[in-house]
């Protein structure tokens, strides 16, 4: 069966890339334009198949098409380029609203006692469910690769991260061997963020990694982007 994928997948990436679909990328996604000749053609690939398998779902009013597709898909696949892939497989869906929204959230406080609440969002990412993201904040990331924020890249860092079976900041790696060391390294960098922000340092890093470990994976993803673009 996953060779039947691969052979379509292999298809999918051999046809021409739409014109339309290219001018979208070039005008909407900055980062596109600093990627070398090979990277940008592997990207177009994997935009191809993104968006031959995953079903967007437009949410308070907002209009899926090319531009919001494109914008979308480009971003989530160039956190997968130059690795062996099976494009987010836990994910069959994106919603995406026009802004950022409300969703109620639900805290268990001491003494057993449950808070609930609404709380804004740009984005959010589901364990084995859909990715969900405001489309002003997926355009202003695009835009500016800069900034160190990038909700796509953020939501979809977490898509990596449950692929290994839990949200704990680590993502499926090539080689069981290497788990022991992603540990000690992330640990121990996790634990840099948490006492800096705690003695009131500076961080180049968002204070929000310093919440959970697989958020502190989320927020390095943003950040090493943003290093790997200039």
């Known amino acids: ?124 990412s589901w364990y084995r469910g859909p990715v969900v993201l405001s489309w002003d904040d997926i355009r202003r990331s695009a835009h500016d690769p800069d900034d160190g924020h990038n909700v796509v890249f953020h939501e979809f860092a977490h898509q990596l991260d449950s692929e290994s079976g839990a949200n704990e900041g680590t993502p499926r790696l090539p080689r069981r061997s290497m788990y022991i060391t992603w540990a000690r390294v992330m640990g121990a960098e996790y634990q840099h963020l948490i006492d800096a922000i705690v003695l009131h340092h500076q961080t180049d890093l968002d204070a929000y990694g310093a919440t959970h470990p697989a958020e502190f994976f989320a927020v390095i993803t943003e950040a090493f982007s943003k290093n790997h673009s200039n």
């Open 1 to 124: 069966m996953f060779g039947l994928k691969q052979k379509k997948r292999r298809r999918i990436r051999s046809q021409p890339f739409p014109p339309t679909w290219l001018a979208i990328l070039e005008r909407n996604v900055a980062y596109y334009h600093r990627l070398s000749p090979a990277d940008q053609a592997e990207l177009r690939g994997h935009i191809q198949v993104f968006l031959a398998e995953k079903r967007f779902e437009g949410c308070g009013g907002q209009e899926i098409d090319d531009a919001v597709r494109v914008t979308v898909a480009a971003q989530a696949c160039i956190l997968l380029l130059h690795r062996e892939t099976d494009y987010y497989p836990m994910l069959q869906s994106i919603l995406v609203y026009p802004h950022s929204y409300f969703s109620k959230t639900t805290r268990r406080l001491p003494g057993g006692v449950v808070a609930e609440g609404v709380q804004g969002r740009l984005g959010e």
